[in-house]
């Protein structure tokens, strides 16, 4: 019997916040500020080691269209501060989701550039369910683009409540 095969999809999204690349780069490892940011949406737990070190590994909660969850561990893997973080994050609900996501901050002038590139593997899916996945691919992408845009004019609001 064939194994099925994992199936793969990719993201890259970009877009600007309006704050040092230094407040940036803090922030993706200020939970609070997080939760403060996307308090409508987000439930942020540290598990292991002190987020931000490699190997650190923190479970977020996001609340979903339709009040549905998706919670996911997320694991520090490579970090370059202020300039590159990579993590690998796991989906808890089924189908189980493998992802890795790789953040570049780039200042650019008083704001930075963010570059987000997140790779998605699906374990185990064969037949329809691959093809089901192929057929709601754009769909999860177009999703992806909406929710960063909306995180990123959160973001935004967030430095400039708190700027210096």
Do not use: C
């Not at 019997?1 to 877009?15: I, Q, W």
């Not at 901050?105 to 037949?127: H, Q, S, Y």
């Amino acid at each position: 019997m064939r194994r099925p095969k994992p199936y793969s999809e990719s993201l890259h999204v970009e877009g600007v916040v309006e704050a040092p690349i230094e407040r940036v780069w803090a922030f993706r490892f200020d939970t609070a500020a997080q939760v403060e940011a996307y308090s409508r949406r987000l439930e942020v737990t540290p598990i292991s080691g002190t987020w931000g070190e490699v190997g650190s590994v923190v479970r977020y909660v996001r609340l979903l269209d339709g009040d549905r969850t998706a919670t996911t561990l997320s694991t520090v893997v490579e970090i370059d501060p202020p300039r590159r973080a990579v993590f690998d994050t796991e989906t808890v609900e089924t189908p189980a989701v493998r992802m890795t996501s790789t953040y570049a901050f780039e200042p650019t002038g008083e704001a930075t550039r963010l570059t987000v590139d997140i790779v998605a593997i699906v374990a185990r899916a064969r037949g329809l369910r691959r093809l089901l996945l192929r057929w709601t691919q754009s769909r999860r992408r177009v999703e992806g683009y909406r929710v960063f845009a909306l995180e990123l004019t959160e973001e935004n609001a967030y430095h400039r409540a708190h700027s210096m």
